[in-house]
């Protein structure tokens, strides 16, 4: 199931928190070569248990590009 949330944090080694529109706070891991601020940016996900909780996985940033 696709969810929707907004990156709320970033950290330098490439992990954050998405709060979704549930205003859960789900944790992610991103490649170090996809750092920049992202903090604000809307992204769709897809949820996953691991034995330390839920984590976002398959995170899609939803940006529009204006030609």
């Known amino acids: 199931m696709l969810r929707k ?3 709320t944090s970033l950290e330098e080694d490439g992990s954050g ?6 205003e ?3 944790c992610f891991k991103l490649e170090k070569s ?5 903090t604000g940016t809307p992204v769709s ?7 330390e909780g839920l984590i976002a ?3 899609q940033l ?3 590009c204006i030609l």
């Open 5 to 7: 949330g907004t990156i």
């Open 17 to 22: 928190i998405i709060t979704d529109e549930n």
């Open 24 to 26: 859960q706070e789900i």
């Open 34 to 38: 996809m750092l920049e601020n992202l």
């Open 45 to 51: 996900f897809e949820i996953e248990l691991t034995d």
């Open 57 to 59: 996985v398959d995170v």
């Open 62 to 64: 939803n940006i529009k």
